[in-house]
């Protein structure tokens, strides 16, 4: 019902920063929650940072004061505002989004490459 594509992600430094963007192909107004989700080497899938009932944010404790998330709606996109990146922070890194129009489902990108690297 909705495909999702990353983009920004790269090679970026320790206490750099990146944006992340994710593009879906219809509207997000109505989307009942859609962030960010990463999977580390050797970890298991994390959830970075979401809009959940409309404009209201969660974020990890790893992340709250380093990383934004951020929307436009009228872009279809929502953004990932990365700061003060750690060598920790590497993964990737997807979009999700969580459709409830017809019973509950769940979407999510290929996935883009954060690594945090000097």
């Known amino acids: 019902q909705v495909q999702l594509v990353e983009s920004g992600g790269g090679l970026v430094q320790p206490g750099g920063s990146l944006r992340l963007s994710c593009a879906a192909s219809?509207?997000?107004?109505?989307?009942?929650?859609m962030g960010w989700y990463r999977q580390a080497p050797g970890k298991q899938r994390e959830l970075v940072a979401t809009?959940?009932?409309?404009?209201?944010?969660n974020y990890a404790d790893s992340v709250k004061g380093r990383f934004t998330i951020s929307r436009d709606n009228a872009k279809n996109t929502v953004y990932l505002q990365m700061n003060s990146l750690k060598p920790e922070d590497t993964a990737v890194y997807s979009c999700?989004?969580?459709?409830?129009?017809?019973?509950?489902?769940?979407?999510w990108g290929r996935g883009t490459q954060v690594p945090v690297s000097s």
């Open positions: 999700n989004a969580l459709i409830t129009d017809l019973g509950r489902t769940t979407y």
């Open positions: 219809r509207s997000i107004f109505s989307i009942a929650a």
């Open positions: 809009f959940i009932s409309g404009s209201s944010t």
